[in-house]
């Protein structure tokens, strides 16, 4: 058995000693889980998301704690809540928006194809109905998710790369309130950017200016996108931070970078 768990130290460095049990929590067991991403809601709750099994299968699964580390037992069934999508799925990245809403994105495949879901749960957990086709929005190209951001309108942006490639292409796309793809941007709604730097893309964040940091390895780099909420780069030349050295992947992830495979 696995637990999702969360910690937090105080601006100095140090376990903040008020949170959880000496500065960590965790969530009630679970089977084969994994954590991936963290985000604070509004409140200060904390959202963790990754995998777990139930009943055999992987769903992307999401863990709330309150401000103090407690386990939010209201929020799905007893603090958790998982979705199952095709043969294979799990949660790569989280936001919680203004009103307490928490977007998920996540990996899914079947025996055919592999691509990202976008999911939005309530403050309680369940699936938004008014989000999306009943609280999902499923994608079937070849994109593999890096990240979710509430941007400041109020749309949702998935930050991903070309699936089964190192060649640092980072794919937006840009969905509005309700989960329509926001044809505003980019002339429809998507946006490819080649990078100069061959990378292979492992994570995302936003930037406090407007716009986003896209971090990777292949000799390790972290580049930065210039703000933007309406209008794509205008050309694939971005800025570049120094070299890392770091090679860790996320556990539970997949140990090669997904192929694109072709719908029958």
Do not use: C, N
Not at 73 to 96: D, I, P, R
Not at 176 to 196: C, H, I, K, P, Q
Request: proline content about 6%; glycine content about 14%.
């Amino acid at each position: 058995m696995d637990a999702f768990a969360a910690a937090r130290a105080t601006k100095s460095g140090a376990a903040d000693t008020t949170f959880g049990s000496g500065g960590s929590t965790t969530a009630s067991p679970l089977i084969s889980a994994y954590g991936h991403a963290a985000a604070l809601a509004p409140d200060g709750g904390i959202v963790v998301v990754g995998q777990a099994q139930v009943g055999g299968e992987p769903h992307a699964t999401a863990t709330r704690f309150l401000p103090g580390g407690a386990l939010d037992t209201a929020f799905g069934s007893s603090g958790a809540t998982g979705v199952k999508t095709g043969t294979y799925s799990t949660a790569l990245a989280v936001a919680v928006d203004a009103v307490g809403r928490t977007l998920v994105v996540g990996h899914w495949e079947s025996t055919t194809q592999s691509s990202f879901v976008l999911m939005r749960f309530t403050a309680t957990g369940s699936l938004d109905a008014s989000f999306g086709d009943q609280g999902k929005v499923l994608e079937t190209d070849p994109i593999f998710p890096l990240g979710v951001h509430v941007q400041p309108s109020g749309t949702v942006m998935v930050v991903g790369r070309d699936q089964g490639s190192d060649s640092g292409t980072v794919r937006l796309r840009r969905y509005d309130a309700l989960g329509a793809r926001d044809v505003t941007f980019a002339g429809g709604g998507d946006a490819s950017v080649a990078l100069t730097q061959t990378l292979l893309l492992y994570v995302s964040a936003a930037d406090p200016s407007g716009g986003f940091l896209i971090g990777g390895v292949t000799g390790g780099t972290t580049s930065v996108w210039p703000p933007f909420d309406s209008t794509p780069p205008a050309s694939s030349t971005i800025r570049s931070g120094p070299q890392a050295s770091s090679r860790r992947r996320r556990r539970g992830a997949r140990r090669r970078p997904p192929t694109a495979s072709t719908s029958s």
